[in-house]
DNA sequence: ATTTAATAGTGTAAAAAATACACATTATAT
DNA sequence: ATATAATGTGTATTTTTTACACTATTAAAT
C-alpha cells in the first residue's frame, strides 16, 4: 500500500471581525465538486505533524504553526474504496501572515477559499462534524489555550482580542466587562505603543506576556 | 498487510477513594515485561470503537461502557517494527460491574491490575504519556460531563461524589462548600433512600437526572 | 476653524459565586 | 449506656461577574 492513512487540517484565522476557515474544492471522487477540509495521505516515511505541516504550508506559506490534534476517524464507510484513517488537526494562523498567498491549484483541487465559519456548506465526508468538534474545542479551552493570540499579530489592540472571543463563543460580551477580566489575567502586557493608519483615535497596543501565561497553565 | 492499526484503551474506575486504571504486564515484544495500556489491532472490517469495545469487554466483561477518544499516536519511531498508527481512548467503568471479572491471560500478557493513577510504573510506548492526557482531560472536563457518574453506581452518596472530585481534581474539598455548589447545580435528584450496609448513619442516596444535565450542556 | 464620524477608554453599584470555618446528629456495634 | 464513625448543616467574608452610559481622541470632511 503507498499511502497509509490521512491528515486533514483545519486551518482557522480571523478577519473583519470574523472567524474564517480555509476550504478545498474538490476535484477529485469521491465528493467531487464539494468543500472539504485540506488533507492529503501521510508519506511512509514522514511524521504525521510533518504531513500536517506540509499541507498547510502549501495552502498558506507558513511553517511551524499552530496546531492542535482533534480526532481520528477510521468509519468503515468513510470512503467508497475502504476504511481511510484520518487524523484531523486543526490550525491557527494570522490573517496578515497569509492574505498575499496565491491559493493552491492541483489535481485534486480547483480552488481554496476563506469561509465564515458561520456559512459553511455542507462538506465531504464528515468533515462538517470535525469543524463543529474544532470550534467546540476552540471554545472551551479559550480560558486555558493562546488559540486567541495565535490569530492574532503580535500586537493587538483589546478591541480585536474582545472580537476574537466574540467570534469563538458566539457572543458578544460588555467593553467594560471583558477588559478588566483581561487585565486580571495578568498576562496581557500593556505597550506605549498605538495602532497606525486608523482614521479614529488610535487604540493601545497590546502583547501577551508568554512567561506569565505558562507560569499560570502549567 | 493483516493488521491496520490498534486501539490502546485506558480504563478507569473508582474504589476506596482512589481513581484506578488497569493495565496489562506484557508477554511479547516490545517492552516485554513492562506494564501497558490494554490495546490491540482492529481487524480489517471493524468499526474502531468495536474494536475499544472488544478489548474492555475482555478485560472488564461489560459491554457498552462509556468511551471518550484521547489522541492519535503515529510516531515513527514508537515502535520497532515502524510505524505502528494507535487510537487512544478513555473507559470509565463502575467498580461494582467489574470487581468479580477474573483478569485475563493470553499470548500476549501475562496478567492485568488495577493501578492507583498517583502509582503508575514507567509504562510501555508512551502509555504515560496517555494517561497524563486521559487525567487531563479528565479534569478539565470534570464539570461538563458525566463522567464522575460512570464511575459510580446509579444511586450514590454525596460523600462518595466528592471523593471522585477530589481524586480527579487531586486535591481536597470541603464538604459543605461541595455540597451547596452540587445542589447548585440542578441536575442531582435527592432520593428518599439511604445507605445500607454500613455500620454508622446511613447517608441519603443521589442520582444524576440525566435529562436536566442534557439541558444545560446541549 | 469647525463639524462630523468613528472608535477608544473609563467606574460604580448590585448580584452571584466561592471560600473559610466547627459542631450537633444519627446509626451501629460493643 | 457508651463508643465509634460518618452524616449533615449555616453564616459571614471575599471574590467574581454582571449591568449599564458617557467623555476623549483622532482624522477626515466641510
Chains 1, 2 share one sequence.
Not at 491559493?103 to 465531504?124: C, G, H, I, S
Request: net charge positive; aromatic share 14%.
Amino acid at each position: 500500500m503507498l499511502s497509509f492513512f490521512t491528515v486533514d487540517c483545519l486551518i482557522f484565522t480571523f478577519h473583519e471581525g470574523k472567524l474564517k476557515v480555509l476550504l478545498n474544492e474538490r476535484n477529485e471522487y469521491p465528493y467531487r465538486d464539494w468543500w472539504a477540509m485540506p488533507g492529503y495521505f501521510v508519506d511512509k516515511q514522514e511524521e504525521m505533524e510533518q504531513a500536517v505541516n506540509r499541507i498547510a504550508y502549501e495552502h498558506t506559506g507558513l511553517k511551524n504553526i499552530y496546531l492542535e490534534q482533534l480526532a481520528a476517524m477510521a468509519g468503515l464507510k468513510r470512503h467508497p474504496e475502504g476504511r481511510i484513517l484520518t487524523v484531523a488537526y486543526m490550525a491557527l494562523v494570522r490573517y496578515d501572515d497569509v492574505k498575499n498567498k496565491v491559493k493552491p491549484v492541483t489535481n485534486y483541487m480547483r480552488q481554496a477559499k476563506w469561509f465564515d465559519v458561520n456559512e459553511v456548506p455542507e462538506l465531504a465526508f464528515d468533515h462538517n462534524d470535525i469543524l463543529k468538534l474544532g470550534l467546540k474545542k476552540l471554545k472551551r479551552n479559550l480560558n486555558y489555550s493562546t488559540a486567541p493570540f495565535e490569530l492574532l499579530p503580535e500586537k493587538f489592540t483589546l478591541t480585536q482580542l474582545q472580537q476574537i472571543y466574540e467570534a469563538i463563543l458566539g457572543e458578544t460580551l460588555d467593553k467594560r466587562n471583558f477588559r478588566k477580566r483581561m487585565s486580571n489575567l495578568g498576562y496581557l502586557k500593556e505597550l506605549d505603543e498605538y495602532q497606525t493608519g486608523v482614521s479614529y483615535r488610535a487604540a493601545r497596543l497590546y502583547k501577551l506576556d508568554k512567561r506569565k501565561f505558562l507560569k499560570l497553565f502549567t
